[in-house]
């Protein structure tokens, strides 16, 4: 029988550019673009997520979490109307702030009394000099679409807001670089790149919502790791305020530069509590002619990590993504999401896995090749390859949904670890095991590409017991195999407690001495990243 | 007949997988792997360049340069008796000391009297502690390859050579990560990593003498970069032994590792200013099943533009390689060297085409069209192709001579520079006209896909008249431009002076604040990168 689908893939390949292993439904979501929700959730939170419209609006996380407020200077009438003055009155914001001080899953919730909307880095300077010398705390902000609490105040910080910086300044279609605003959300900076032929190398869910200069505070990964790395090789220059007002010009249009300390990577990945991000630089590539999603489906975590060498192998410079999805966190979310149509159903393991190349016929040689050398083998059973934009679209719509199909009717206790491949799964059986009939679901899915395992506990309503069971066992694993506890979303506000498990007393001393040394009074993104 | 050239083309195509627009030459070098003289050469100085075994020996650098010897304490007996304690007497070496006291152009000249091996990196921390704490300067040494007297003492300090830290660790070739220690030489690293199905990425002409951890100390560029981005994307982790003997343990095996301030980054091209890496992880890609080389002539520097593009549109994901050489760069080359054979000659200007890919066949589908369409459109006019891995190392081997062939029989005035592609190769045009017939030869090569341009001015020796035509006109030039000054050498000892002009006094300002951070006593590599 698998020789049979096999056959039939190879018919169907000489026959045209879509490869179907069995025929997929026609219905379903359509349109030309991925989704754009912020579904790459996979936080660490021992308290609910409460994602969605209809979730109520939390306590103010200074009660929930014990939070001492620190030693800042509280806003007066006076600094008010400096920040007015600054910016006009119809930047400087004092009420309907909600959505100011609110995180994306409404887990942190800060009490603000203002937000600035600089329009220039030189607006953004003023304040932060004007913060540091009166020591009021700020928060910048960008999308807001962090997982992490790090983007809302805690207290009372001033939110310091990039949306207005927001301009591509300009794209260069020979070198690929373009230079771009902070502000700018990260799907119009995408749509001004593909004009001209060429693609932003970094994708997530909340492209339509999200800021570039978030992205790079946070070295935010997504699915496009495998294939264009992580930000610290695609940013080429940055430009930061730092907490005194100063500057800093680290811009940079060229892939070599070796002039002195290469200190725009600190401001990539520190989550604005070192300097705000107010314009960077970054190498694209050329978009792909051709496109192809595969979801295929396994029967063992052994036959998943031969399939993914085999993709490294196989298609090699063409794979773009690398998606791993188990069986129980698929089935919760086509339970939940009636319009999603899985193409197969019934294994234990599936896979999406992307390619992006330059000929469509080439890469069409090279998927039919993999998918028929996998089956011969029997490590892949069964699934779908398309190359049409509206199919491929549906898939993706599969993988994205997963997240919030965990979260949407059940308490979710989150995790975003990086885990050494040969021990990328266990964790989720050993987890099995570990919480018994008190969980409802327990499951894995992520970017297996990059190693970066999303589990999930779920049960009806948060659980002590469960809690116990789970915390701090998955950190104290993570540990022990010298995993990441934050693979991709940050440290932020909820997981600053648990630095220490991915990171020695050395490292985490210097990055204390670093925050000392950049902003001596503490005012950039307090209660964030470090304890 | 351009038209009957690409028919050939075409028709040589579907024959076979080697292609020849002209037919070549048989005789030249021989061999299966790649040169390995460091050829990469394109440094800043306005002393003769002394390189190959018979130049003699300098004058010690102090005296030359008129260096003021920083405040540190001096070598006694004492301090020597405690490294032979620590080391054994076979690795605190006392005589013979001249290789580590002079750079591989025989430029600079230190005078140390003592030259240690640790083999742990405990030892390292051990040596570094009691220096810090003596006040005793330190100069970290790899391979000794860089070209801006980086890695050689400029007084009297103690050389502390990584030499015996010489282990590749573990190679994973499920993930592609390597954890190799600093001193291991990257063409051993690059030979484990072959062993199982992968490469290092990152290639240049030192590659049998340079240490990996001198490459990552100073963010070594090649000519892999325009595929593999830089080393702040390759290295997933570093361990870096601090001025006060600290370990700071930045290992990770992962992509995807969101836990803290990326401070690794400060060790990448810091040039062992601000600590001495002792170990390192890096992400390896699969070895290519197919390399590919074209070598071709071109009209004009529009053309080469255009086929630029052409070679990113067309070739895409496979491109590994896009060097440039103009006609006069390239002929100092075949006059000094008999036995290199160009298959083309008569052009203002050649490139280098590198393409690997999983897919031969693919491949050469793919160069056979970007160099049709580009002889179709007048753009390229003649050229070989090739996949026979002789035959690419003797197309190599033409890019990889021409630095020598400058540097051999006259002085020359040599930059490293980056532009921005549209004025890449003005400069040099520019320069002609400003030297006039007081050089003998003014020419560009170099690495168009990174926009790295190596400007060399060569005269019979050195000249008064033209320095003052082309210092400080070529930095200003590259200022005014926004370029980088120095693109993949570093700063070291000889470019300190020329900061400023691709950094501001802000971030200059930074630099040093940093330094004084990790290294107080300012004990590790001084007279280098700050002035």
């Known amino acids: 029988m698998r020789f049979q689908q096999l056959l039939q893939v190879r018919r169907l390949a000489s026959a045209g550019a879509t490869t179907l292993m069995r025929p997929r439904p026609t219905t379903g979501t359509t349109g030309t673009t991925r989704p754009t929700t912020n579904t790459t ?3 660490t939170t021992t308290v609910r ?29 006076k600094d008010v109307a400096f920040f007015e003055n600054l910016l006009g009155k119809n930047f400087a914001l004092t009420e309907d ?20 909307k600089p329009g220039t880095t030189a607006e953004v300077s003023a304040i932060l000099k004007y913060c540091n010398e009166r020591k009021l705390a700020v928060v910048p902000q960008g999308g807001n679409t962090g997982l992490v609490g790090g983007s809302v105040p805690i207290c009372d910080e001033i939110v310091l807001s990039l949306a207005r910086l927001n301009k591509v300044l300009s794209v260069d279609e020979v070198t690929g670089i373009a230079v771009v605003e902070a502000g700018c959300i990260l799907e119009n900076f995408d749509q001004k790149a593909r004009d001209v032929g060429l693609t932003v190398p970094l994708d997530l869910g909340a492209k339509a919502s999200c800021h570039i200069g978030g992205n790079v505070s946070t070295n935010a990964g ?10 610290h090789g695609s940013v080429l220059g940055v430009e930061a305020v730092l907490a005194n007002g100063q500057v800093l010009d680290l811009m940079s249009n060229f892939k070599k530069d070796n002039t002195g300390y290469h200190m725009k990577h600190l401001f990539i990945g520190s989550e604005g509590t070192l300097g705000v991000v107010t314009k960077l630089s970054m190498l694209c590539p050329h978009s792909s002619k051709a496109v192809n999603v595969a979801f295929i489906g396994l029967n063992s975590f052994d036959d998943v990590l031969k399939t993914f060498v085999s993709a490294k192998r196989n ?7 690398c998606e791993l999805i188990d069986e129980r966190a698929l089935n919760t979310a086509l339970e939940q999401f009636k319009f999603l149509n899985s193409p197969i159903s019934g294994y234990p393991f599936y896979m999406l896995i992307e390619t992006s190349g330059s000929n469509g016929d080439h890469d069409e040689d090279k998927i039919n ?9 029997g490590e892949i059973q069964d699934g779908t390859v398309t190359g049409d934009p509206g199919k491929v679209q549906e898939i993706w719509k599969i993988r994205e949904m997963v997240p919030l199909g965990l979260i949407e009717k059940s308490f979710c206790f989150k995790y975003d670890i990086s885990l050494p491949l040969r021990d990328f799964y266990n964790i989720v059986d050993v987890m099995r095991e570990r919480c018994g009939p008190h969980a409802t679901v327990v499951c894995g899915y992520g970017h297996l590409g990059d190693s970066n395992l999303h589990l999930n506990v779920s049960c009806n309503e948060f659980n002590d017991e469960i809690y116990k069971r789970v915390e701090p066992f998955v950190y104290e694993y993570t540990s022990k195999l010298k995993g990441s506890i934050s693979a991709e979303h940050g440290i932020g506000f ?4 648990y630095l220490h ?11 204390r001495d670093m925050k000392k040394l950049l902003d001596p009074n503490g005012i950039l993104n307090p209660y964030k990243v470090l304890n």
Chains 1, 2 share one sequence.
């Open 494 to 497: 909820l997981k600053k407690d």
């Open 222 to 231: 997504g699915v496009r790791v495998v294939r264009y790395g992580n930000l």
């Open 369 to 377: 090749q993999f998918i028929g050398s996998g089956m011969e083998r």
């Open 49 to 77: 997520t409460m994602a969605g419209s209809g979730a109520p609006i939390p306590e103010l996380t200074q009660i929930t979490d014990n939070v001492q407020r620190g030693n800042y200077a509280t806003l007066t009438d």
């Open 97 to 116: 702030l909600e959505g100011y001080n609110i995180c994306f899953l409404k887990r942190i919730r800060g009490n603000s009394k203002l937000v600035l």
């Open 501 to 511: 498990y991915s990171k020695d007393p050395v490292a985490i001393g210097w990055m």
């Open 41 to 43: 959730a996979g936080i």
């Open 315 to 321: 298609l090699g410079e063409i794979l773009s993504s």
